[in-house]
């Protein structure tokens, strides 16, 4: 048995009827036989997968109230695989529908904690896959890069890849990764890291909070500190409801965008969010005067180094107290920029160990102090998660879109992740609708936003940018 990490575990102990921790994904896909037994057939195939490995066949089981993995022998597919039909017609709104359905839907404890479904019935000949795992079990990232690890950039090669749960831990040596690899910023090593260097480790990180609280005196718009969030109608408890959706975003056009503006393309999906955030909240009557603050996950390499991308939670600026979107975009791009200068002065311990402490202070002490009842520790967490640069297939069939699928928790009824593809951008919100009613409406503010950037940023030659090409 192997006992959980403390971050794992808190996924499972702050878990309740309202809050399941699990997170997932959709793929459409477009087969290459359009053939009506194709999906049955494929169905089969996959059910024949009955030893799972790794996180796949761990079982959850308690002593003196501890939690630990336990490798199951009595696996059960029919407990993990689902293979279900949309209602007629087989539209976009049964699709997202289901998901909303089933994403709402808690983990069974008593198996290893994991589902996958194939879904049929869609209109146009396509069909999809929807897995979710537990946040206990592996993060965002980790769930992208073991399904992508069933994918192949070959159409052949990709039939004879295994199910995404019987793909060995190892996989990654064997087989073409078409995501760079992301280290794994630990707490656990953090803190051993400081308590065996405790001066060397410390000075950092006192430096980095004194230069933080230098720039909070002189009010630096570009330092965005937690609990500084207003309040909105979607910053309250979550109900146990869930509503997805999910759009394509032209890649071409991001990129577009973001070179005519010395800015990134995460920079620009931000400023589309904010945008459409302003937008949807313009239109509920609730645009608080001061900007909304996300949880931003950021990406820091050195450039000295062999490892892959290393991670950081910041916060960040979403001006959405300004209606010009350029304008916009620059705010958010310096915010950014701030972030990541001073992210890279630290290692990667002490950037976790001073992320933590820039969030676990400002809540300790509004929660004694019980001030700053009109503002939160933040509005929403944006996560963008780099995907394939090429076209992918899984089991012979095109992949179309990958759309993620995240958690609610309380204080936050919304979630953006977005994952980038070498021609599209895939968008999954997922939202309390009794917190973020119409949801779906942010859609359409987002591709509003981003035609706008492109208007703003005076790009020629706009009819030409290649559009997304799916979509849900």
């Known amino acids: ?51 799972p490995v790794g996180p796949c066949r761990q079982r959850l089981v308690q002593k003196r109230g501890v939690h630990y993995w336990k490798e199951t022998n009595d696996f059960d597919i029919n407990q993990h695989f689902a293979h279900i039909s949309l209602p007629k017609p087989g539209r976009p709104k049964e699709l997202l529908a289901m998901i909303s359905r089933v994403h709402s839907g808690h983990l069974d404890r008593a198996y290893p904690l994991w589902m996958f479904y194939l879904i049929e019935g869609f209109e146009d000949g396509r069909f999809a896959v929807y897995f979710k795992f537990h946040h206990s079990v592996m993060d965002g990232v980790s769930m992208i890069q073991m399904t992508l690890k069933s994918m192949s950039n070959d159409r052949e090669a990709s039939k004879s890849k295994p199910a995404p749960w019987a793909i060995p831990l190892d996989a990654k040596k064997k087989h073409h990764s078409p995501v760079p690899s992301r280290s794994r910023v630990n707490v656990l090593r953090a803190v051993r890291s400081f308590a065996r260097e405790p001066l060397r480790s410390v000075r950092p990180v006192l430096k980095e909070l004194r230069s933080n609280w230098e720039d909070l005196r002189q009010h630096n718009p570009d330092f965005v500190v937690a609990g500084h969030a207003p309040r909105c109608k979607f910053n309250r408890q979550v109900s146990a409801s869930r509503r997805f959706a999910a759009q394509t975003y032209s890649a071409d056009q991001i990129r577009a965008v973001a070179r005519a503006c010395g800015a990134t393309s995460n920079d620009v999906v931000l400023a589309m969010c904010g945008g459409a955030l302003r937008r949807y909240l313009i239109a509920q009557d609730d645009l608080p005067d001061e900007s909304l603050i996300a949880g931003v996950p950021v990406s820091i390499r050195r450039d000295n180094t062999t490892l892959g991308n290393e991670v950081a939670f910041t916060f960040a600026n979403l001006a959405t107290h300004l209606e010009d979107p350029v304008a916009r975009l620059q705010a958010i791009k310096r915010c950014m920029d701030y972030n990541k200068e001073h992210l890279r002065q630290l290692s990667p311990d002490q950037t976790i160990i001073c992320a933590a402490l820039k969030l676990a202070i400002p809540a300790t002490y509004y929660a004694i102090k019980e001030k700053n009842k009109d503002y939160a520790l933040g509005n929403i967490c944006i996560s963008h998660v780099p995907g394939p640069k090429e076209t992918m297939y899984w089991q012979g069939a095109k992949v179309k879109g990958i759309y993620p699928a995240s958690l609610l928790i309380d204080g936050s009824g919304l979630n953006i992740t977005l994952l980038s593809r070498h021609d599209g951008v895939d968008v999954g919100l997922v939202a309390c609708p009794r917190a973020f009613p119409k949801v779906q409406s942010l859609l359409a503010y987002l591709q509003q936003e981003l035609d706008a950037l492109t208007e703003a940023a005076g790009i020629q030659g706009r009819a030409g940018l290649r559009r997304a090409d799916a979509s849900v």
Do not use: N
């Not at 102990?13 to 087969?31: A, D, N, Q, Y």
């Not at 009506?36 to 169905?43: D, G």
């Open 1 to 51: 048995m192997k006992k959980l990490s403390l971050i794992d575990d808190a996924f499972l102990r702050l878990e309740s009827r309202r809050m399941p921790l699990h997170i997932g994904g959709l793929v459409v896909l477009e087969p290459e036989d359009s053939a009506p037994e194709f999906v049955t057939e494929l169905a089969r195939k996959l059910r024949q997968y009955t030893k």
